[in-house]
């Protein structure tokens, strides 16, 4: 006998995306965001129908359970990283660039409140982010990202609104202090390109032009590729280290790409994506270079079922 169709179903389901962003930007792993989302829905599945249809909103229901699934797992996180080989930095996205729709009651937060979803996606958006506490960064991404009441929130991390208040205001401090001045995407492309242009023309000045005298570079290694164990201080030191990893991998073919919303650079050998270089440029300057190496956080960029889960990220969505 065919089972009845279940017309909740398509509703239940269309808050996949919405769920993976959230995940994404709570855990700064496209990974561990399937993950959860894929616990999420087997705890939804797992209730018998009675206990589902008492369910009033289910997309609440489930943005609550996703939320606090993400919660632990970033409070053990933290553990993990200790043991993680090198520096730990988020798993880069491919583009295009993602976007998602804000919650229909969303005008009525307050404007300086709000960080926009391509800001919340961006390289430098995510390191900052893991500086974070588990419960600021959760009740920060609820609340100014993704336009949750403080009582929403505080019902999901399990405090009072007037500590969510003060744990989203701490998240927004850090955030700004490590803003940097704005530069038009344009101008970024440009200088990304410069960038990319003089490395391969091994012309220093041209590279120590480009960096701020105080940039930094981080690897990502992950134990499983080579790369600078330690971040780079300093202009000068990062082009020594440009010059010779430029002799190591003079075989690699260096594209100019979108890296999570930003301009960025992707490095292959034969057709292989080994390398995603993401940038924060600060004016007329590279301020920090993130390049992530280890493969098992560049399976979306070279297997095309991880692009198709990373494309669920670029789907307008509006909100439950």
Not at 229 to 240: D, F, T
Not at 255 to 274: F, H, K, M, S, Y
Not at 285 to 310: E, G, T, V
Request: net charge negative.
């Amino acid at each position: 006998m065919t089972e009845a169709y279940d017309p909740s179903l398509n509703a239940i389901m269309s808050e996949r995306r919405r769920l993976i962003n959230l995940a994404y930007r709570l855990l700064g792993s496209l990974a561990e965001a399937e993950d959860v989302v894929q616990e999420t829905y087997t705890r939804w599945y797992a209730m018998s129908p009675p206990q589902r249809e008492a369910i009033d909103s289910p997309g609440a229901w489930l943005t609550t359970v996703a939320s606090r699934i993400c919660l632990t797992l970033l409070t053990s996180a933290r553990a993990r990283r200790e043991t993680y080989v090198g520096e730990w930095i988020p798993e880069p996205l491919p583009e295009p660039t993602e976007w998602i729709g804000e919650r229909p009651d969303s005008t009525t937060a307050d404007p300086a409140d709000r960080v926009t979803l391509d800001e919340s996606i961006n390289m430098a958006f995510l390191v900052v982010l893991e500086s974070m506490t588990p419960a600021e960064r959760v009740a920060f991404i609820l609340h100014d990202v993704f336009r949750y009441s403080f009582a929403e929130v505080a019902e999901i991390v399990g405090r009072t609104p007037a500590a969510c208040r003060q744990l989203a205001s701490s998240g927004r401090r850090r955030i700004r202090e490590a803003q940097a001045p704005a530069t038009s995407a344009a101008r970024q492309a440009e200088i990304v390109r410069g960038f990319k242009l003089a490395w391969e023309a091994k012309d220093i000045d041209a590279l120590i032009g480009l960096l701020a005298p105080d940039a930094t570079t981080t690897g990502d290694g992950g134990g499983r590729a080579p790369t600078v164990a330690h971040p780079i201080a300093g202009a000068e030191r990062i082009v020594r280290s440009l010059v010779l990893l430029g002799h190591r991998f003079h075989d690699l073919t260096v594209l100019e790409r979108t890296v999570n919303g930003r301009p960025g650079l992707i490095a292959q050998r034969d057709g292989v994506t080994v390398s995603v270089v993401a940038f924060e440029i600060a004016g007329d300057r590279i301020r920090h270079i993130w390049a992530i190496r280890n493969p098992d956080k560049l399976q979306p960029w070279n297997q095309n079922s991880d692009q198709k889960s990373a494309s669920k990220l670029t789907e307008p969505v509006t909100p439950t």
